[in-house]
């Protein structure tokens, strides 16, 4: 590496990667984004990038220089994890791995998108799996499973019901029900604190008009 490259990773970059988010990235393992250098052969690389808004060194960018809308930014959960700009970075930085870093922090923090929720807290942590077949009015997915010649039921919990509580019993003991219920709280937390600066604010313009 040039002595010139050397200095401007540490005069732009090193520098600008100390938020806390950075701080849980290095935390996680990942302090090799502080190698990055800007370079956006990531977002070149990124194929959700091309159909969307998301940009993948942005995002990372955001991240590591504490900007922490990125956390809100529907953006981050557009990636498919399909690993190609892990594969191009010149830097070798995991960007895989620090968009999903990037969206766990997110979930922490409350930032979960209501669809995941639902599906993470009512479906997941409920019935034990991500898309269930055994309901009344989930024939479908049986009758499809059927026609490829499988049981109706996958041997899954489906088909041993009583494993359901072991299984929210292993999800309570790694912090996953909490995670849940804590995203819920900050939510709904959130919410009634915009309602409440809404309302204020309409009171405001009322009372001026
Ligand atoms: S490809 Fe690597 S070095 Fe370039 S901007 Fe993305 S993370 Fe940074
Ligand atoms: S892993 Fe995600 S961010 Fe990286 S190229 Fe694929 S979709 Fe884009």
Not at 144 to 173: D, I, W
């Amino acid at each position: 590496m040039s002595d010139n490259v050397e200095k401007y990773i540490k005069r732009k970059v090193y520098k600008s990667t100390s938020s806390d988010i950075a701080q849980k990235f290095v935390d996680a393992g990942l302090e090799q984004m502080r190698a990055c250098i800007n370079c956006g052969t990531c977002t070149g690389s990124c194929p959700s990038g091309r159909r969307t808004a998301y940009r993948t060194r942005v995002a990372i960018r955001k991240a590591l220089t504490g900007d922490v809308s990125v956390l809100q930014d529907i953006d981050i959960w557009l990636c498919s994890t399909c690993y190609y700009c892990y594969e191009r970075c010149p830097r070798n930085i995991p960007v895989t791995d620090m968009i999903i870093k990037l969206r766990n922090i997110a979930v922490e923090e409350g930032y979960i998108l209501d669809s995941h929720f639902g599906l993470a807290n009512n479906i997941f942590y409920a019935t034990g799996h991500g898309v269930p077949c055994n309901a009344e009015n989930q024939k479908q997915w049986r009758d499809l499973r059927e026609s490829y010649g499988l049981p109706a039921l996958p041997p899954t919990v489906h088909s041993y019901p009583e494993a359901v509580k072991e299984c929210q019993t292993l999800m309570n003991e790694v912090g996953f029900k909490d995670l849940m219920d804590n995203a819920a709280k900050l939510k709904e937390e959130r919410k009634a604190a915009a309602e409440k600066a809404e309302a204020e604010k309409k009171a405001k313009e009322e009372e001026k008009s």
